[in-house]
């Protein structure tokens, strides 16, 4: 099996050797030993071409391929190309058995690409990364961007869908990254503050205010003809009541990101050096995230 006889060796008892192309049909006239010279024949084998699974812990048959050569030489075997997927190592050859049963086994390993996270005028740095393999399922980094006066919603697949509060993928949900890195933008959508200044008189000591960002800045209006020095200042929540004191400047900045969505008052009294009767008013604002 895996042989065939191309000729023969004669060698006569004179050790003269002649080639004949089969044994005589008869006895010859003197004694003669017949030597066969083999011809190796081309033989079937089989290549099998297996890509790493999603769990990474095993390597598929995605392809079998039917290939021959001689008996006794080595397999010509060669590497094949797939989306997403690299050599894992160098080919090891076989020796071509005569039966038929000879086998290589190609392993490929999924390839790494680079997911890349735009902050879309985040605070912070520009760009954070996250190495994922080709098809396999992953959770996405919780995102660390910030942008003063916005909330973060998501991700967004474009810069254009970002733009328009589009939200492909929320904050650490799964991800499964084709086959060349990738990019993600960050949504932002702008925090919304509403308010309504109330006076206590229009003569009397009022509230203005100025939004920056998450910030409200309030500040005492104070009375034309009269200094700031002569006035005592008292800020403080109202939404239930008289709350504890949150400052006693002029002016109180109210940080919005820390507070949940909701309605809010902070009062002012403000007090006139030698007089009793107070004066101020009251801001109701209302934040949504």
Same mark, same amino acid.
């Given at each position: 099996?895996?042989?065939?006889?191309?000729?023969?060796?004669?060698?006569?008892?004179?050790?003269?050797?002649?080639?004949?192309?089969?044994?005589?049909?008869?006895?010859?006239?003197?004694?003669?030993?017949?030597?066969?010279?083999?011809?190796?024949?081309?033989?079937?084998?089989?290549?099998?071409?297996?890509?790493?699974?999603?769990?990474?812990?095993?390597?598929?048959?995605?392809?079998?391929?039917?290939?021959?050569?001689?008996?006794?030489?080595?397999?010509?075997?060669?590497?094949?190309?797939?989306?997403?997927?690299?050599?894992?190592?160098?080919?090891?050859?076989?020796?071509?058995?005569?039966?038929?049963?000879?086998?290589?086994?190609?392993?490929?390993?999924?390839?790494?690409?680079?997911?890349?996270?735009?902050?879309?005028?985040?605070?912070?740095?520009?760009?954070?990364?996250?190495?994922?393999?080709?098809?396999?399922?992953?959770?996405?980094?919780?995102?660390?961007?910030?942008?003063?006066?916005?909330?973060?919603?998501?991700?967004?697949?474009?810069?254009?869908?970002?733009?328009?509060?589009?939200?492909?993928?929320?904050?650490?949900?799964?991800?499964?990254?084709?086959?060349?890195?990738?990019?993600?933008?960050?949504?932002?959508?702008?925090?919304?503050?509403?308010? /309504?200044?109330?006076?206590? *008189?229009?003569? @009397?000591?009022?509230?203005? $205010?100025?939004? &920056? !960002?998450?910030?409200? #800045? %309030?500040?005492?209006?104070?009375? /034309?003809?009269?200094?700031? *020095?002569?006035? @005592?200042?008292?800020?403080? $929540?109202?939404? &239930? !009541?008289?709350?504890? #004191? %949150?400052?006693?400047?002029?002016?109180?900045?109210?940080?919005? *990101?820390?507070?949940?969505?909701?309605?809010?008052?902070?009062?002012?009294?403000?007090?006139?050096?030698?007089?009793?009767?107070?004066?101020?008013?009251?801001?109701?604002?209302?934040?949504?995230?």
């Amino acid at each position: 099996m895996g042989y065939e006889i191309s000729y023969w060796n004669r060698i006569a008892s004179d050790s003269s050797n002649l080639q004949v192309s089969s044994l005589p049909k008869t006895f010859p006239e003197e004694n003669y030993t017949y030597t066969p010279v083999w011809n190796a024949l081309k033989v079937p084998y089989t290549v099998y071409h297996r890509l790493q699974n999603v769990n990474l812990s095993f390597y598929d048959f995605t392809e079998t391929q039917n290939l021959s050569g001689y008996t006794g030489e080595l397999t010509q075997a060669v590497e094949k190309s797939y989306s997403g997927f690299t050599l894992k190592e160098p080919i090891t050859q076989s020796t071509i058995l005569a039966d038929g049963s000879s086998t290589v086994n190609i392993f490929y390993d999924r390839n790494i690409y680079t997911l890349t996270f735009y902050s879309n005028s985040g605070d912070v740095s520009s760009t954070i990364t996250q190495n994922l393999r080709y098809g396999v399922e992953s959770y996405l980094n919780s995102n660390t961007f910030t942008r003063d006066g916005y909330t973060f919603l998501g991700w967004a697949n474009t810069l254009a869908r970002a733009n328009a509060l589009t939200v492909d993928y929320a904050d650490g949900a799964s991800y499964t990254i084709g086959s060349s890195d990738s990019s993600l933008y960050a949504v932002w959508k702008a925090n919304e503050i509403f308010i /309504d200044v109330s006076f206590s *008189s229009l003569s @009397s000591v009022g509230i203005d $205010y100025e939004v &920056s !960002g998450d910030n409200i #800045i %309030l500040s005492a209006l104070i009375p /034309d003809g009269y200094e700031k *020095s002569s006035y @005592s200042f008292t800020w403080f $929540y109202t939404n &239930s !009541g008289m709350g504890s #004191i %949150l400052g006693t400047e002029k002016t109180y900045t109210v940080d919005t *990101s820390s507070l949940d969505e909701g309605y809010y008052q902070i009062s002012l009294l403000a007090i006139y050096n030698g007089d009793s009767t107070p004066s101020g008013g009251t801001v109701e604002f209302k934040v949504e995230h």
